[in-house]
DNA sequence: ATAAATTTAGACACTATTGTCTAATTCGTC
DNA sequence: GACGAATTAGACAATAGTGTCTAAATTTAT
């Protein structure tokens, strides 16, 4: 976090760096002390910043927050999109491939510190700031959603699952992969990559027995129809 | 003695209606505003009682707000079991049962009045009360998750599921009924009865095409096997 | 009816926090 | 090294909230 090498000065940063110090230790805070809890000085401080530059940086202490989810959002849709474009479009092997894109999609978008702060404001102030969480709905959910969903589409269509509805299936996909992350996430906390592994493992072959062709689609494709029980 | 029929004064109520009231009001505040947020004087005036009896019930800020949350905690819990009790252990119709099963978690566990707070203040002030919520996990999740599993064991017992890892299978069950519901829960809305139905029906179809036979266990087992594609 | 317990409004001391201001310092850049 | 811009510590007024205390009013039980 801070390297003070320096044996006695403290080693400057430049503006843009304070800029993006405050940002981190806004979102830490907030977070972790709710927007009515945090105060500006434990943000300075855990910032490493006079509190006065945070009010030239911000203005207030509401429109610092608004930033700070501004930038939660705009990250946490990044990640998820650099994700997405990771989705087993011609899998060699369904499960797993299913299996290491949901461990992704969990490690990189919603386990990380952005995805775990994101969510926890969006809980915790967004009955508060419905404008604001109206814009992370439209831009969040309301764009990686169908972006997933025309994936598996995509994959149904080649042969590779018996899909009716690509939204619904999406959806479920993703409550899968989580289902047994909820309780760690209601309390906070991060799950470590063994419950993640785990999790996605029981989700993807639970997603698999509902929407998996019996057998891989290349091989029922050259065999045609054997249509086993 | 029981008689509220004066015209011009406000209906007085008892010590006890004054203790539920402050607990309503509490709970109300709470949720909304987080703790931090919260003050004594909104409660009390949303209680429609003196501050000083809130002191005088609770002693301070923080018993108050632990008292709330344990009697959440308690409340939803019997809501919980009391709804387990009426899992479908002989379905006339497996699907239309479970469908059925999960809209009534839903509505009277997960989305009512009770269920709603209870969750928006663990996600919020779980990591604040380390040792609260643990007492929660251990009395929540911790005692109703293995209740379901034994019920859908039983089920699977019985013929009419084709079930592993009950205790997966449980978590799952729970995940898909809400899969649809996420995005509103996020922002601390209440899903209306059709939204619930939906994502039950949903969820319920996508758990049976994993779990369930191919006939009803009934059929089953008088057709022994017949086996079809 | 009367006594005991509870509730009430309001004042109160105390603390915490926001946001502003200033004067000195440090930084980036030429 | 010199200049303007950014940053700093600290004081500051203004506001808001907690928890206590009082004396009067009201409720409950005897």
């Not at 503006?15 to 434990?42: L, P, W, Y």
């Not at 943000?43 to 910043?49: K, M, P, R, S």
């Not at 930033?67 to 998820?80: M, P, S």
């Not at 831009?139 to 994936?151: E, F, L, N, V």
Request: charged share 25%; with cysteine.
């Amino acid at each position: 976090m801070k390297h003070d090498v320096s044996p006695d000065t403290i080693p400057p940063r430049s503006h843009e760096a304070k800029r993006a110090s405050i940002m981190d230790a806004a979102g830490e805070v907030f977070c972790r002390e709710s927007f009515a809890g945090a105060n500006i000085d434990m943000i300075a401080a855990e910032a490493g910043v006079s509190r006065q530059t945070i009010y030239n940086h911000h203005g207030d202490k509401e429109k610092l927050f608004v930033a700070i989810v501004r930038d939660l959002t705009e990250r946490c849709n990044a990640g998820i999109f650099a994700t997405i474009s990771t989705f087993p479009d011609q899998p060699k092997d369904l499960e797993a491939d299913l299996i290491a894109f949901a461990v992704r999609m969990n490690r990189n978008c919603i386990c990380n510190r952005d995805g775990k702060f994101l969510r926890k404001l969006i809980q915790t102030e967004g009955e508060r700031y419905p404008e604001l969480f109206a814009e992370w709905r439209e831009q969040g959910p309301g764009r990686t959603w169908p972006a997933i969903a025309a994936r598996f589409a995509r994959l149904a269509h080649a042969g590779f699952l018996d899909i009716e509805d690509p939204d619904v299936a999406a959806r479920q996909f993703l409550a899968l992969a989580n289902a047994e992350l909820q309780t760690t996430f209601m309390l906070g906390g991060t799950p470590d990559d063994d419950e993640v592994l785990q999790s996605a493992t029981h989700g993807v072959r639970t997603f698999l027995r509902a929407f998996g062709k019996r057998q891989p689609a290349a091989e029922a494709q050259k065999h045609s129809a054997l249509a086993g029980a």
